[in-house]
């Protein structure tokens, strides 16, 4: 009784607004602690929360496939494939990016990780998802965040049109940039690809709004989507 008591107090003496999951969230940036976190000693530019959010995506979803557009040292994927090999089901990681002297060994000897060094958007990338796609069963779930141009991601969300299927997950990552709410003098990037991708198609995804709030804030705003 007096811990329900205590928490009620607590709800009317501190209840913060909107402002202060956004000031943290510009703390995060500007600090770039985010290039300092790391999964297994591994350099992750990823948000913890939204790491936390990823898990439990793919533990509901249990896709076969996993798309990752940017593998940058590997931390990533290490940590995708972590989290695949506790829910147990046949999977395989995708992992493309076009710089790959920087990827962790740990990363490129997991044997559930195939990398490719190459643009994200080249064709024989499109063809590996579709042939990985009819290996591994399942729902796929899609990460981008490599080139963060707008014209980049916009092309990658419409390379995946055809590849992703009703019920599979996509996350545009770092939707954040060019003042949503963080580094306003970026210019047009992912939360600007995004807008333009639903003028044009408004119809092949919904927004995941409740899972993108979740934590207070995040790296993606506008960018937790599902194929209809």
């Avoid at 559930?112 to 499109?126: K, N, P, Q």
């Avoid at 580094?183 to 092949?204: K, L, R, S, T, V």
Wanted: net charge negative; proline share 6%; with cysteine.
């Amino acid at each position: 009784m007096r811990h329900m008591i205590a928490s009620r107090l607590n709800s009317l003496l501190y209840n913060p607004d909107a402002s202060a999951a956004e000031q943290y969230h510009i703390w995060f940036y500007t600090t770039k602690v985010w290039e300092r976190t790391k999964w297994m000693n591994v350099t992750t530019y990823k948000s913890p929360s939204d790491m936390w959010n990823y898990q439990e995506i793919l533990s509901s979803l249990k896709p076969g496939l996993i798309i990752e557009f940017g593998t940058a040292f590997g931390g990533s994927a290490l940590f995708f494939a972590a989290v695949m090999r506790q829910i147990g089901n046949p999977f395989r990681i995708l992992s493309v990016d076009i710089h790959p002297g920087r990827i962790d060994n740990k990363t490129k000897s997991d044997p559930d990780i195939e990398l490719l060094t190459m643009s994200s958007v080249d064709s024989r990338v499109a063809s590996r998802i579709s042939s990985l796609r009819t290996e591994f069963q399942g729902p796929a779930f899609a990460i981008l965040d490599s080139d963060h141009s707008k014209n980049h991601v916009l092309s990658e969300l419409k390379m995946l049109r055809p590849l992703l299927n009703s019920g599979d997950y996509l996350v545009v990552e770092d939707s954040n940039i060019n003042g949503h709410p963080v580094n306003p003098m970026w210019g047009p990037g992912p939360f600007e690809a995004i807008d333009e991708y639903f003028q044009e198609f408004p119809e092949d995804y919904y927004h995941d709004i409740e899972r993108e709030n979740k934590f207070g804030f995040t790296c993606a705003p506008n960018g937790f989507l599902i194929r209809r």
